[in-house]
C-alpha cells in the first residue's frame, strides 16, 4: 500500500504559477505510473497530466492543459510535481495525486490507478 498526500494547493490570480507536490510514503514510487486529475464543482473528475513509470520520460496531458502544466518525478525524493502555469479560472479544482502499482507503462484512466491522494484545492480568480 502507498499512501499519497498533495500539497502546494492554494488561492491565485489568473496568469499566476503554482507547483504541486505528490509525497508517498509506505512504497517507493519509481514502479508505479503517476498521475493528476482534478475535480471542478458541478463536473466529474478528469484526467490531468500522467507520467511514466520509473524514468518519468513520457508524459501525457490533457488538451486543456497542455502547453501550461508540466508533470515530473523525482523518485530520490519519493515525490511527483505538477507545475502550473498560465493559470485560468477554469483550472479551479481539487487537484489528486494518483498512483499505479500495474498495468500500462503510462496510465491515463483514473479507474486503473490504485492509490490516491486526499487532494489539494487550486483556486484561480480572474
Known amino acids: 500500500q502507498v499512501q499519497l498526500v498533495e500539497s502546494g494547493g492554494g488561492l491565485v490570480q489568473a496568469g499566476a504559477s503554482l507547483r504541486l507536490s505528490c509525497l508517498a510514503s509506505?512504497?517507493?514510487?519509481?514502479?508505479?505510473?503517476m498521475g493528476w486529475f482534478r475535480q471542478a464543482p458541478g463536473k466529474e473528475r478528469e484526467f490531468v497530466a500522467a507520467?511514466?513509470?520509473?524514468?518519468?520520460?513520457?508524459?501525457y496531458y490533457a488538451d486543456s492543459v497542455k502547453g501550461r502544466f508540466t508533470i515530473s518525478r523525482d523518485n530520490a525524493k519519493n515525490t511527483v510535481y505538477l507545475q502550473m502555469n498560465s493559470l485560468k479560472p477554469e483550472d479551479t479544482a481539487v487537484y489528486y495525486c494518483a498512483a499505479a502499482r500495474s498495468g500500462y507503462y503510462i496510465v491515463i484512466s483514473g479507474s486503473d490507478y490504485d492509490a490516491w491522494g486526499q487532494g489539494t484545492q487550486v483556486t484561480v480568480s480572474s
Open positions: 509506505g512504497r517507493t514510487l519509481v514502479n508505479y505510473a
Open positions: 507520467i511514466n513509470r520509473r524514468s518519468g520520460d513520457s508524459t
